[in-house]
């Protein structure tokens, strides 16, 4: 609102000027006459006036003026853009982690299941005498362990969705759910072979690449608007002004009335005015040397930030790239985890293995399912950051 503000009131100052004026005097003593000579009398003297003007040419200041206003609003319009991404971004990574709490809650939930069905076989083991009562102890460790790591994955959840009350400006009472939505296949061919790429359209595409660009045209115009001042300028005005005094008599003394004298004592003006500058303390220089500096700084903060969002994409690129190779290589160790879960399983249940033996299996096997699903949400984030600097909305 302000930047249009700024454009609009660039346009006005190129329309004329019109204003007025009305004064009340109260003359004592010696004073100006009708017929032009002094004599002392008191009298109440009303004037008015009105003038106008308007700037014919400044060095193109005033055009300059509204292009560099149209510019600073654009340059706004893309930081506001910039900072939209931005929240967008934050919320799909808010989004993305429920999700993945979710995911882990029923990791959680199924070793919980695990551990109770574990523990009711050591009971009837314990009952037949084929177990010490001690092993019925060492399981129920063991399930109140797997409990309280499900209220911690149940106070994550709760974390999260207030991540995105937050971020979505709720109040932390309201309730709802998100909906789980039919996540992409992962897939290697999707992933860029390098960061040249996206950095290219991202160049083109990115909102702070376009502020500092348009920022820089912007200090232009100021530099010019600073060399125009080294001009002439060129103005045109008029003026009317028109007299009343109750103490005016004609050459017969007698009051001359007030439609008599608006009618004699009008007075019209109109003219071109031309200033020249020729002297002003060297301020029009310093002006022009501080617009160029500021032409300078701005390209300085282009490059900077062209290098920032360089940085910025590598090392997103880098984080996608590893987050997809630990979610191919967790897929194999969940595989071989599951198989050698199921096989210890079987040897406990034939009394081939220990029950601890068995829980350093489970164990694993939850370790390696809960990474997998780390790595498999860590990669559908980046990749959508990556998404985001290409251009690419952000869906799921």
Known sequence: MAMENSVSRAKSNILPSFNGALSNSFNYGRSLTYDNTYEDVNSTQLEGYLVTDITLWNGFILSNDIKKSKLDLQAALQEQLRIKNEIILNITAS??????????????????????????????????????????????????????????????????????FQLLELPADKNF??????????????????????????????????????????????????????????????????????????????????????????????????????FNKFRVKYEIFDASIKVQTCEYQLENTRNILKKEIMQAWNNANAALNRYLAGKKAVTAAEEAFRYAEEKLNAGLISSMD????????TTVRSELVQSKYEYIFRSKILDFYRGIPIEL
């Open 358 to 365: 068995y829980y350093q299996s489970k164990n694993y096997l």
């Open 95 to 164: 989004y993305l982690e429920i999700l993945f709490a979710e995911e882990i809650l029923m990791i959680a939930e199924e070793q919980l299941e695990l551990t109770n069905r574990q523990l009711r076989r050591t009971k009837k083991l314990v009952e037949a005498g084929s177990l010490a009562a001690g092993a019925v102890l060492e399981a129920e460790a063991r399930l109140a362990g797997d409990t309280l790591q499900l209220v911690k994955e149940v106070n994550r959840i709760k974390m999260a969705y207030m991540n995105l």
């Open 177 to 278: 759910r998100i909906i789980h939505p039919e996540l992409p296949e992962i897939k290697t061919k999707k992933m860029p072979q390098n960061s040249n790429e996206i950095l290219k359209k991202a160049l083109n595409k990115r909102p702070e690449i376009k502020a500092s660009e348009i920022r820089i045209e912007s200090a232009k115009r100021q530099l010019d608007i600073a060399r125009g001042n080294r001009y002439p300028g060129l103005s045109f005005g008029a003026d009317y002004l028109n007299i009343y005094n109750n103490k005016y008599t004609g050459m017969y003394n007698n009051h001359i009335n007030l439609s008599d004298q608006l009618s004699n004592n009008k007075r019209y003006t109109m003219g071109f005015k031309l200033n020249i500058p020729l």
